[in-house]
């Protein structure tokens, strides 16, 4: 079970937790001409890298934010967790 | 019988406290601290089970958690509990065991026929005599294969005992109280960590309690005592005995199971059998000690053959001999402590050790008390049959490829000693990868993965001084990083006898002409010709031999087997180990029982139970109640015999003519507020939300981005920034989620809060006829008439003083209302109404009703806004806004969305009026036609319509309103039934919507 900063609450227990999928997905903006193969890429392509991977959580048993994490998908680290409207470098 | 086996002087049972078991249906003694091997073994009883594939006698090989012989049944207050160890289990009065895998009993056994056929047995059998022919299976094999396999019944009655789980964090978890475990949280608890120590055993101590050595001027007992008691005392020490830490997880959380009643005839009132503690450490240190290596020679597997250091734990822990005439197989030191102890215990042992010339204090001390040595000589084979009588022993060359000078000796128990393989499991569990260790030919801990150490005999220290430096320097060390305090505990002096180096060798040849089964695996009778036989048929990766010959599997997971398995392999291979490498470790170290990992979540408690505030008046007025997520709703009130079937007609009937109330509780309810609300609403909602007045309702119906609908209900402007939404209550807290992802990372920008208040608001639907006329009664100050309150219309009011809110919606297709209040005047709110609702005919209606209604009206549910429909299929296409843009749109214009035969809700009525159609049937076009019969849509509802006393169903089908005046047939290959119905429209009553407007 992962141990999750929460950069709200502190670090709390996987099962607070909803996991949210990749968080560098960008929802293209309202009322844009786009094409079917740029939808068809936001809404269902996605990456599954080994390694370093910004997701999404939701805090549901907590402070109910989404907040992103930087996780290795294979070793499980965590090395960074941010509000959602924080900046990432 | 008596204990002939009984030591009188030595051991740390109670002696005055005598306690009887039976074993077998045949009754024993023992005594308070024993287990049950101890106490069978001072009984003289040898013979426990049968092994798992040739049903060959199996007696006790080890005395912990090592066992791979020694499993039994335990059945105690009509409850079987499988997978026992007898290694492990405390004797309790009134204890009853049996062997597993015999039949009829442990000392006839049947299957042991299997043992003269073992030539059918190979490794890998399961593929090879398995195979065909395929009729076969069923009838043959499958029973066969389960009648043969497994260790023990299980119970299949429902458990009474309790299970508890229990969340801890600490800053340093020991698992392990042996010298390096106790004086490394001695070290560290006293250095201000808050510390837990587990130890698997019911005592403290480890190998201080058997070996003969000397700390700070104390024995290793009296040492270990003492600092037990320390630890004890400390206010920031947990110390835990029957605890066993099995599993190391991410992020440094490790799993204990503690077995706080299993030694107990009952499990007292206050305390669970078992409790699984999940257990979040800053940092571990793994002190989990090592197992003793067993020699492989022919017979190996005979009752009576036994680890040297398990005699000798049998010996000095419980006071019991394993034979009176003991023969020792070494290839180390270890074996002469075994030895030492029988001769001070009066028994004449004699040593064989491999090795040529070896020389150490120990040997000299085994010399000087008398005890007969031969060097270089092994054991070829055991002889015996239920239990050793004598062994065949020989010279062993040089080179240990020859034998010669063989004998056959009288002895009634071989205790062989393979050298120590450090239990790397949890440190392996935590990711570390392991080296191989040339000097102690066992594999090592590498590198720390997660925040963990491994320290004593586990890392490969194995003299006490090194283990106990090393403990006091790792305790000091890590709580230091943890608390920054730098107390320093004094590292006391150590004594001991200098062990020398052991022999590389662990198979014994075999001698010319002989055939003897040297087994591997104890427990799943994995012999040296197996693992032969899988490297000559290809099977390479340590891996793969491990599958194709069980080697390691099962319930001891290899404890014993591994590393002989692997040296063997790389012998064959001309390899060293490390090339070979070793099989994965995987949790639980030790079996844990399911009932520890369910915990207190069984039956009700396996989910949380939602009760409106009107539930008992629900209970008092016979409501049947149905599971709806997990809120508890009554289906249907029943009077005197009716069935669910005449109680929903009747109470849907009701609704149709007078008037029904029924609990609405359940929906979800959010307030969604702010000065961007209403374009928030618009972004989610798939209708235009911009222009709703205060004091209006509106349906909605909001798409997940892939264009299916996630949900729909009415939401309602309270005032100019305040929306009352509501849900479906299945898709309640998916929905808020949904939200809370939109406005927290899609749309920030915008100015909007939502919070649930599905739990603030007790809800009521009055729906019928008659509701206005109630409603007038129960709101005389408030103006309900149809302009005063048209539909979709919202009133604050007052209802006999307390606040309620009015709501001009309809679920059911009637002029219907839906009144909330807050919670805790719901079940006053429903009294008023019930009682008020007399004069008006007013009966409650269950969830049954509620369906009958909403179907035959062509209303879509659940059942229709399944995860596959988008707003068309559902006939919810003129909710779709085509000017503004909001969640989902762009998806529904994709090819599949837009097609012209596209899904539609349509209506299913059965041609001969009477018969129901089952929900999931297929509409097909010819029920004669060939398999696979191409289906149009299925059935998604299905109803007994009281508007028109016939069945009802609505259905999802291909072209669906072209469909409409078609004769097809309803088939459901479940229910066996093909049924010829019309397709007619959707809402089969009050197609016009007069009636919600009335």
């Given amino acids: ?89 | 019988m008596s204990q002939d086996f009984r030591l009188d002087n030595i051991g740390m049972v109670n002696r005055n406290k005598k306690i009887s078991f039976t074993f077998n249906g045949k009754k024993y003694f023992g005594y308070e601290g024993d287990t049950i091997a101890s106490a069978l073994i001072a009984n003289g009883v040898h013979l426990i089970g049968r092994s798992f594939k040739y049903h060959r006698p199996r007696g006790f090989f080890g005395v912990g958690v090592d066992e791979p012989y020694a499993i039994l049944q335990l059945e105690r207050n009509n409850e079987r509990d499988p997978n026992i160890r007898a290694t492990e289990q405390e004797i309790f009065e009134g204890l009853e065991v049996k062997s597993v895998n015999c039949w009829p009993s442990v000392n006839f056994d049947i299957g042991a026929i299997n043992n003269f056929l073992k030539m059918f047995f190979p490794a890998g059998f399961y593929y090879k005599t398995f195979m065909w022919p395929p009729s076969f299976w069923y009838k043959i094999y499958e029973p066969f294969i389960r009648m043969a396999a497994g260790f023990g019944e299980v119970s299949i009655k429902h458990d009474k005992e309790r299970y508890e789980h229990k969340y801890e964090y600490c800053d340093l978890l020991i698992t392990g109280s042996g010298p390096s475990g106790l004086a490394s949280a001695y070290a560290a608890a006293k250095n201000g960590a808050r510390v837990i120590l587990a130890e698997d055993k019911p005592r403290y101590g480890g190998s201080l309690l058997t070996s003969d050595v000397n700390i700070g001027n104390q024995t290793g007992v009296e040492w270990s005592e003492k600092i037990i008691t320390e630890l004890k005392s400390m206010s920031n020490v947990i110390v835990k005995n029957r605890s066993q830490v099995f599993g190391y997880y991410d992020h440094n959380m490790l799993v204990m199971s503690e077995r706080i009643g299993d030694h107990l005839p009952k499990t007292q009132k206050y305390l669970p059998k078992q409790r699984l503690w999940y257990i979040r450490a800053k940092e571990v240190l793994i002190s989990s000690g090592s197992i003793e290596r067993p020699l492989v020679f022919g017979n190996n597997d005979t009752p009576g053959v036994m680890l040297s250091s398990a005699a000798k734990e049998y010996m000095k822990v419980y006071g019991v001999l394993v034979g009176k005439k003991p023969l020792i197989f070494t290839n180390n030191d270890s074996g002469y402590e075994t030895a030492i102890e029988f001769k001070k215990n009066g028994i004449n042992p004699l040593i064989l050790d491999t090795r040529k010339e070896p020389s150490s204090d120990i040997i000299s001390e085994a010399k000087n008390l008398g005890i007969e040595i031969k060097f270089s000589h092994v054991v070829v084979a055991a002889k015996g049959y239920k239990k050793v009588k004598s062994a065949d022993i020989a010279k062993i060359s040089d080179n240990k490829k020859d034998l010669s000078n063989i004998e056959n000796i009288e002895c009634d128990c071989i205790c062989v000693s393979g050298f120590w393989t450090p239990s790397i499991h949890l440190a392996s569990q935590s990711g570390n990868k392991s080296e191989f260790n040339e000097k102690i030919d066992a594999f090592i801990p590498k590198k720390s993965k997660q925040n963990e150490n491994t320290i004593g005999s586990a890392n490969g220290k194995f003299t006490l001084e090194e283990t106990i430096n090393e403990a006091f320097d790792k305790g000091y060390e890590v709580s230091n990083k943890i608390t920054e305090n730098n107390n320093k505990v004094s590292m006391p002096t150590v004594v001991e006898k200098k062990s020398t180096e052991h022999d590389k060798f662990w198979c014994v040849p075999l001698p010319k002409g002989k055939s003897y089964k040297r087994f591997l695996d104890f427990q799943n009778d994995v012999a040296v010709t197996d693992i032969e036989l899988a490297l000559r048929e290809g099977f390479r990766s340590i891996e793969h031999v491990k599958r194709y010959t069980t080697l390691g599997m099962a319930t001891d997971q290899g404890k014993t087997s591994n590393l002989n398995g692997l040296q063997l392999v790389s012998d064959i291979e001309n390899k060293v180990v490390p090339q070979v490498g070793h099989t994965t470790f995987r949790p639980p170290y030790t079996p844990v029982s399911i009932g520890a990992i369910v915990g207190r979540e069984v039956g009700k408690h396996s989910k949380p139970t939602r009760k409106s505030p009107m539930h008992q008046w629900h209970e008092k007025n016979n409501a049947v109640f149905v599971d709806a997520g997990v809120w508890l709703r009554p289906r249907y009130y029943k009077q005197g015999n009716e069935t669910l079937f005449e109680a929903s007609k009747r109470e849907a009937k009701n609704v149709r003519k007078n008037v029904g109330v029924c609990d609405v509780t359940t929906l979800g309810k959010i307030d969604v507020k702010g000065p961007d609300a209403a374009e928030f609403l618009n972004r989610v909602y798939t209708n235009a939300w911009l222009k709703l007045p205060v004091g209006k309702a509106r349906y909605g119906v909001m798409l997940r981005e892939d264009g299916i609908v996630m949900d729909d209900g009415t939401t309602t402007r309270i005032s100019e920034n305040h929306y009352h939404m509501t849900t479906t209550t299945a898709q309640a807290a998916n929905v808020l989620s949904h939200l809370e992802y939109y406005l927290q990372l899609v749309w920030p920008d915008l100015n909007v809060n939502v919070v649930s208040t599905t739990e603030q608001w007790a809800g009521a639907a009055i729906a019928g006829p008659n509701s206005r006329a109630l409603l007038m009664k129960l709101f005389p100050d408030t103006d309900v008439s149809n302009e005063g309150l048209p539909f979709m219309g919202y009133k604050e009011a007052d209802l006999f003083g307390i606040p309620a809110k009015i709501y001009r919606i309809s679920f059911s297709g009637e002029l219907a209302y839906e009144v909330n209040v807050e919670s805790d005047f719901g079940n006053f709110m429903w009294e008023k109404i019930i009682d008020v609702g007399k004069e008006f005919e007013l009966q409650p209606y269950g969830t049954e009703a509620l369906s009958t209604l909403r179907i035959e009206m062509g209303h879509v549910a659940g059942s229709e806004l399944d995860g596959r429909t988008i707003p068309h299929d559902a006939s919810l296409e003129g909710l779709v806004s085509k000017k503004k843009d909001f969640i989902g749109k762009r998806s529904l214009s994709r090819s599949a969305f837009t097609k012209p035969d596209r899904e539609k809700i349509v209506g299913v009525v059965p041609l001969d009026k009477s018969t129901s159609i089952p929900e999931g049937s297929y509409i097909v076009k010819d029920p004669n036609a060939k398999l696979p019969n191409p289906k149009l849509g299925h059935v998604s509802a299905s109803c007994w319509s009281v508007e028109y006393d016939n069945p009802f169903s609505l259905a999802i089908i291909k072209d669906g309103k072209k469909m409409i005046g078609q004769k097809l047939f309803a088939m459901s290959p479940l229910k066996n039934k093909t049924i010829p119905v019309e397709i007619v429209s959707s809402h089969y009553v009050d197609p016009e919507g007069k009636r919600v407007r009335a």
């Fill in chain 1, 1 to 89: 079970m992962l141990y999750i900063f929460c950069p709200h609450c502190g670090s709390r227990s996987q099962n607070e937790f909803a996991y949210g999928g990749d968080a560098t997905v960008k929802r293209p903006e309202l009322n844009k001409e786009i094409s079917d193969q740029e939808w068809d890429n936001f809404v269902y392509l996605r990456k599954s890298p080994r390694g370093k991977h910004l997701e999404l959580w939701h805090h549901i048993s907590g402070c109910r934010q989404w907040i992103k994490v930087e996780r290795d998908t294979s070793t499980h680290e965590i090395f960074k967790t941010y509000k959602a409207n924080e900046l990432i470098e």
